[in-house]
Structure formats: C-alpha cells, structure tokens
C-alpha cells in the first residue's frame, strides 16, 4: 500500500522495509511520516487524530484518507484560486523493481481555462455557494462536487489575504507617517520660542494653540526653502545664493480679511521668476515674473482657509437656530431669513458687499433621506457624482484645485474649489454660473457638515476679478447638516443662501426664485430623496415592476433600461437651457415669439445621438391647474392622443414599466403606438421616464427603435442606442400665488438633416415652433384652460 510518498526514506535500501503489515515496520515508518510532516501545521492536526492508534492497517487507512484531505487544502495549485489537487491516493501497488519501501506518486488535476472563468464568474456573483450551486456547478464543469468546495474555500482565502495585505500597507503608511509627525513635534518641543520677542520661552508661557502654529509656521518655513531651491535650479542660481532666509516670513502685517494677522513673504534681491519654467508650470495657479507670486499663492491658501472655517461656523449656527433668525411663514410651510436678524449675527462672515442690482434669496429645510453620512459627503465632495446626483439641477461642475483632500483617510477637513452652472427647466430663467469653495468638517460621530461659500473677494485680490465679474450668482454660506439615524437613514439640515441678478429672470418666474423653490433648500432635498430611492431601487436584486405579461424584462435588462432613462432626461435637460456643458447655438428668428428660444448644434460622433443637424426648442408657459393635476394627465397613456401627433390620435398602449421609488408615478414606461401611420412608425417605441416630488415634476420620452429596444430590454449596453428626448418640465407656484397653478415648460428635440454639413433653413425653423405652440394649444384645451 502506498501512502502517497510520506512514508518514504531516501535512506532505507533494504527489502524488508517493503511490507507494512508487521509492527516493527510500521513504527519506523510512522517514524518518517510523523517527522517528515508535522513540519506543517496544517497537517499536523490530521495526523495527530488519526495517529493515536498505529497498530493496525485500518488505522493506516486512516491516515491515508486524513492526508488526502489536507495535502488538497494546501497544494500550491489550490492555493492560486484557479487549480486544485487531486486527492492522493493509499490504494496503489509498490514497484517491485523499487528496492525502496514506498514510491512517491503525486497526481494533479489543473482545471482548464473554461472551468476556472467559469468558476470565477460565479465566485464574483457569489463567494458563498450553497450545495445545491455547487453539485450544478460540479454538474456543469465536469468536477468532483467536493474540488468546487474546496475551490471556492482557497479562493476565499486568497482575496482575503490580498486584503489583509493591503489593509496592512496602509496602516504600515499610516504609522510611519504618525512617527515622523512625532518626531517632528518632539523637535519643536525641544526649542520653544516667544510668540513677542522672538526668543526661547519655556513650553508653560505658550499656548497650546499658539504652540501648533509655530509648529506649522515651521514646516511652512522648510517647504519655502526648498521651493527656493527649486526655483534656483531652474533660473540658473546655486544654492548658496539663495539663502534660507531668501523668503522672508514677515508675521504681524494686516492682511485686510476678516480683521486677522496676515503675513507677506519677501523675495531676495534680483530673484526674478520666469512664467516659461518648468517649475511654475505644474503650480495650481499660473506665475507670472517673481517670487512673490509664490508667496501670494501661498497666502491665498491660508485666507481660503479662514474663509471656510468662518463660512462653517456660520452654516452650523443657522442650521441650529430657528427664531427669530428664521421666522415661520403664516402657513408653517416654510421658513424665511430674518435680514435684521442675520446682519447682527453674521457681519463679520459676509463675502463682501452685496453687488449693484443683485437680490437675495434664503431657505431652510429639513428632510429624512435614505443615505448615510458617510456616502453624502463623498457624493457632495466628488464632483461627477455630485452632478449625477442632482442631474437636473447641475449642468455642468468641476474642480478646479482641491487645497485640502481630508486627513486621517477621510473627507474631515476636505477643502475644494469648485465652479457649476445651475439650472432650472425653464428657457425663461438664465443658468447660474458660480465660483465657490466647498468645505467638509466633522462635528461629531456620525455628524458631519458640508458648507459652500463664494471665493470671489479672495479671488479679486488675486487680480482675477474682471474673469468674475460677469457672474450672475453668488452663494453666501450655504450647504447642509447631516445626522445619521437608525435603519441607514440620515436628518439633513439644508441652507441656501445666495444673491443674484434678478433683472436677467423673467417676471413670469421671478415669483418662484424669490420664494426659494427654484434653487432653494426644498428642492435640494426633494431631489435628494427622490434620487437615493430610485439608487437604492437600482442596487436591490430584485427591481419592482409593473405585472404587464406581454414583455417579461430580467433584472439586467432592467437596469440598462434604467440607465437609458437617466440618460435621455440629462441631454433632455442640456437641451431645454443654454448650459455650456453642451454647444448650442442660440438662433435669433425675426417671426418666432419671444418666449421661445431655438438652438442648433451639429452631431459628428456621439453614437448616442443621430448624427447630424439638430435642432432644440423650448418655451414656459402659464397654466391654472395644480401641478399634480397637469402631471398625471401629460404622463397618462390614454390621454396621450389629447397633444402628443405621434399618437396619431389614437391611445398609446403600455409594454413595460419600472418603478423607481415609492410614488409609482416614479417610473420608466415603454409605450407603443396603437395606430400606425407608415412603416416606420410601426418599428417605433415610446421610452418614457416620469417623476414627481414637492419640487417639480417632469415627463421625458423619445422614440427608440425596436430592435435596439429589445436588445436592451435584454440586458445590453445602452450607450449606443441613439435617442433625441423631448417633453414637458413641471414647476410649482411661486410665492403669492395660488396652489391651482403651474409652470409648463415644452421642450422638443428633432434630427432636421441626417447630413451634420448641411446648412439648416427657415422651413425647419419654422416647422418646429409650429409644433410646440400646436402643443401647448392642444393641451390647454384638453384641461379646458381659459388662455
């Protein structure tokens, strides 16, 4: 009987040691096994069970099958993730030409590359199989039911390593980086100077909070230097000519902001700085002749640190206040700034004065939202996923320098400066464009604070106040207030507080925008509720849907039909305003009313649009319905022949229908046209999404063509299905006026030649502002509207 190799000896020749029945033998040989394997601690404990009683071959056969299991535990290819051991075996004849007792005989099973992508393809979906995955996947791969189970064993094992290394890389970093700021605080420790005469003190004559400040004065100090020797590299200066004072600290000038100790930073004599270098070229601002310039970008960044820890405090305490800061309207609906109120507390963190012509506009909101606090701040500190949250709202964002990236590994202290155009769904209403810093602060456990606060009176001193002065917008200390509760929901506290141009904004809208619903607290949160229902929907396993039999969709169909909804509303929402995220060329037309505005742009590589000549038009109009009441009739199917010509004055029939939240008036919809006209309507769909919150509502739809649907609908990528969105933006009533009201914009985009060199005509033009003013004449009439 062969024992798979253990009980082998190099040095045993002789015959007699080839039968292992007799007890001599055994023990010698047990002997060997027990020495040549408990060397591993993973077979040790097989062994040490097994090997109580050794007298007996049935106990041998023990041990056999106990290093059967552990030598496929632990085999190298078991290891890796993607082989597995065959179990050795105890049952094979001895070579009798072999003067040694037992021969080492190992065979392995590798597992082909099909069965390993296989395996790994379940093991992403899945780590934790159950017996009856298991015995399929066995079934399916032509395997032994237990290699699948000791497969997915190591391979568990495996990621759980990689983890462990990693995590301990980090934390390696994370130490080392502690012990040098240790070292360096001894350092400082060591020679304490005095804040007035510059001379030693004793650590008891300086305040703690002082005492960090010359820590952080001094490590200012060593990044100078080597700033200066890296400029007097690159202008051609040793080091010796630029000596470690070259940059002179000078502490207790005014710096002019907010009435606080500044400090100017003095070039040596003849250093002059070339803008052409390479060394001021990977600075975050460009520099233009001297050293100063440096120095200013330094300064910069401590006065954008003072304005963000005032614009903090500031955020907190209106949050926290309610009268008579706040002043509850007659209603209890909402809340309104008391100015008197907000001057006395707040003068000392104002942004400068209030611009010629400019209003202001302030609100307050509470909500409960289904997101941690964790998962808020990293959404607002993350510009692309700041915007798909609030997609629209935000037009366009960016970072344009982020001066602080958190401490400790988190977003606590994370201080950027940003710029964004906001928008309202309305062509009557101009885009926002604002320059501001975003600043992240932790307050306690689970509470955290994101405060946005205008640069601009930091940025004129920077001589950039020309490129800012065309500004229609500027936010003063606004953001939110974010609390964790139970159950993964978070009490968030919204402050918007802003002053705007109110001249540019139509008087049909400046109602609205004065009241705060436009680009107010209420709208922030009710999208953010509305948006974290629809992502926690997306992320289940199961997406709700309407029971509708003739198209049953998968859940991966699902979510690519959701993701071609959310795409078709943003490029809906970049058509109805002139945002720049998108080049629209605004057409002036002597015979188009006023109120409507035509844009064109040309189409040459975006797959996800026809290509060609496109032509978008919008316009607002007043409607004395509530906005429930107009939503649930534009949306509604069965009315859809009341306005909409691709009807053909017949009712749509509903195919398929997702929700997104729990208002099922939340969906995504796939229509189909009960009459068609021609041959190319019937190879037609209707995509349509619907949404509705306190804020707003809107309907989007577009057609999409049959196959491209299905293949969708299937679980494709959506991204190359073309697609041109139109449809209808709902808005609430403003301020002063009645609830029966509403504002309608009416928004369509047409392909008006498949040729993108093609020039557009006064016909199309023509044709497209016909369209939506027989649409809004078709649905005043059907809501039996006085004009």
């Known amino acids: 009987m062969n024992f798979g190799g253990f009980l082998h000896h190099d040095d045993d020749k002789s015959s007699g040691g080839e039968t292992v029945g007799g007890g001599n033998h055994f023990s010698s040989a047990a002997d060997g096994l027990v020495k040549s394997v408990f060397s591993s601690p993973r077979l040790s404990l097989g062994l040490q069970t097994n090997g109580e009683n050794n007298g007996g071959g049935g106990e041998v056969g023990r041990i056999g099958e106990s290093l059967e299991v552990s030598v496929s535990r632990t085999s190298p290819e078991s290891r890796s993730g993607s082989d597995n051991a065959e179990a050795l075996s105890g049952d094979d004849d001895v070579d009798a030409s072999d003067h040694r007792p037992f021969k080492k005989k190992k065979r392995y099973h590798r597992h082909t590359p099909q069965q390993i992508h296989e395996l790994e393809s379940v093991f992403k979906e899945c780590p934790h199989p159950d017996e009856k995955q298991r015995l399929d996947l066995s079934h399916r791969l032509n395997l032994d039911s237990r290699q699948v189970k000791f497969w997915f064993q190591n391979r568990r094992t495996q990621m759980k390593t990689q983890i462990e290394r990693h995590e301990n890389a980090l934390l390696r970093q994370e ?80 710096n002019g902001y907010g009435g606080g100790d500044g400090f100017t930073l ?76 907000y001057d006395k507390k707040f003068s000392s963190c104002s942004v400068g004065p209030k611009p010629d012509g400019f209003v202001s506009e ?86 955290w604070a994101v405060v946005d606060v205008s640069d601009d009176k930091i940025s004129d001193r920077g001589g950039s106040a020309s490129g800012r002065s065309s500004l229609s917008c500027r936010r003063l200390p606004s953001g939110c207030l974010v609390q964790d509760m139970p159950n993964g929901y978070s009490k968030i506290t919204w402050i918007d507080h802003s002053e705007y141009d109110e001249t540019k904004i139509h008087h049909l809208y400046r109602p609205l925008v004065s009241s705060g619903l436009a680009f107010g607290s209420k709208r922030w949160i ?81 797959s996800g649009e026809p290509p060609g000549i496109l032509l978008s038009a919008a316009t607002s109009v007043w409607v004395p319905v509530s906005p429930r009441r107009l939503f649930d009739f534009l949306r509604d199917e069965l009315l859809r022949s009341d306005w909409d010509i691709l009807s053909n004055g017949g009712p749509m029939q509903e195919i398929a229908n997702i929700f997104k939240g729990q208002d099922h008036s939340n969906s995504v919809s796939l229509l189909r046209s009960t009459q068609a006209m021609n041959a190319n309507q019937s190879c037609m769909l209707i995509l349509q999404e619907t949404s509705i919150d306190a804020s707003g509502a809107f309907v989007v739809y577009a057609p999409v063509d049959i196959p491209a649907m299905h293949s969708v609908m299937n679980g494709a990528d959506s991204a190359y299905v073309a697609l041109l969105p139109s449809g209808f933006a709902i808005l609430p009533n403003g301020q002063g006026m009645p609830e029966n009201e509403s504002l309608l914009t009416v928004a369509f985009q047409i392909l008006v030649n498949s040729l993108p060199t093609a020039k557009l005509n006064v016909e199309s033009i023509e044709t497209v502002n016909n369209l939506i003013s027989c649409t809004v004449h078709k649905i005043r009439a059907a809501l039996r509207c006085d004009k």
Not at 210 to 229: G, M, P, T, V, W
Not at 296 to 311: D, G, N, P, W
Request: aromatic content about 4%; some cysteine; glycine content about 6%.
């Open 362 to 447: 302030a609100s307050k909101e509470v909500g409960m939202v289904i997101i941690n606090s964790l998962a808020l701040v990293e959404t607002l500190m993350d510009s692309e996923r700041w915007a798909e949250m609030f997609p629209c709202m935000i037009a366009r964002n960016s970072t344009t320098e982020i001066i602080s990236n958190g401490m400790g590994g988190t977003r606590n202290g994370a201080l950027h400066l940003m710029q964004a155009e906001l928008q309202l769904l309305s062509p009557l209403v101009p885009v926002r464009q604002v320059n501001f810093l975003r600043f992240c602060k932790q307050h306690a456990e689970g509470v």
């Open 526 to 606: 009710s999208t953010l509720q509305r948006q974290c229902e629809s992502l926690t929907i997306l992320m289940s396993s199961t997406i709700p849907n309407r029971n509708i039999k003739p198209t049953p969709i998968s859940s991966t169909g699902k979510k690519s039909m959701l993701k071609l909804a959310q795409r078709m509303t943003e490029n809906f929402c970049r058509g109805v305003c002139a945002s720049s995220s998108q080049k629209w060329s605004r057409l002036e037309v002597g015979n188009i009313d006023e109120d409507v505005r035509i844009m064109t742009r040309k189409n040459e590589d975006d």
């Open 266 to 341: 003095v070039p040596p004599p003849g250093f002059e700085m070339s803008s052409s270098s390479p060394f001021f070229s990977g600075l975050a601002a460009p520099v233009n002749r001297s050293g100063t310039d440096v120095a200013t970008r330094l300064q910069q960044k401590s006065l954008y640190m003072e304005l963000a820890l005032s614009a903090m405090e500031e955020l907190v305490e209106m949050a926290q206040t309610s009268e008579p800061l706040w002043i509850p309207s007659s209603k209890g609906k909402r809340e309104s700034l008391n100015r008197e109120e």
């Open 175 to 254: 130490n080392d980086k502690l012990r040098a700021e240790n070292m360096s605080v001894r350092e400082a420790m060591r020679n304490p100077m005095c804040g007035h005469c510059g001379g030693s003190a004793v650590l008891a004559e300086i305040s703690l909070e002082e005492h960090h400040l010359r820590i952080e004065n001094s490590r200012l100090k060593d990044e100078l230097d080597r700033i200066c020797a890296l400029a007097g590299k690159f202008i051609n200066r040793s080091d010796d000519q630029l000596p470690n004072s070259a940059l002179r600290l000078v502490v207790g000038s005014k």
